[in-house]
């Protein structure tokens, strides 16, 4: 099993930018053939949220984004 731990410098809010970061590790993980990609903790809404995870609009954002990464990672599990 191939484990990739990758450090990610995600934006507080910025879940669309944060997006993209993790979309860049997942193609470069796939690329490798990694079998286990372990992100960040609170990497798709950035570290930390406070206040944030009060808004009803960002955490949909936050369920949304969560399930474009399901689908870029349909090979192999990511771990965030």
């Given amino acids: ?3 990739r731990l990758e450090q990610l410098n995600p934006t507080i809010g910025d879940v669309n930018g944060n997006v993209a ?3 860049e590790a997942i193609s470069h993980a796939q690329k490798a ?3 286990l990609l372990v992100l960040p903790e ?3 809404c950035g570290y930390i949220p406070l206040d944030l ?3 009803q609009d ?3 954002a936050i369920y949304e ?3 474009q990464i399901v689908e870029m990672s349909r090979d192999m ?3 965030f």
Avoid: G, H, T
Wanted: net charge negative; proline share 0%.
């Fill in 42 to 44: 609170l990497v798709v």
């Fill in 53 to 55: 995870l009060e808004r």
């Fill in 65 to 67: 984004a969560n399930q």
């Fill in 33 to 35: 053939d990694i079998d």
């Fill in 21 to 23: 970061l993790i979309k």
């Fill in 58 to 60: 960002f955490l949909e």
């Fill in 1 to 3: 099993m191939k484990i």
């Fill in 77 to 79: 599990a990511v771990l």
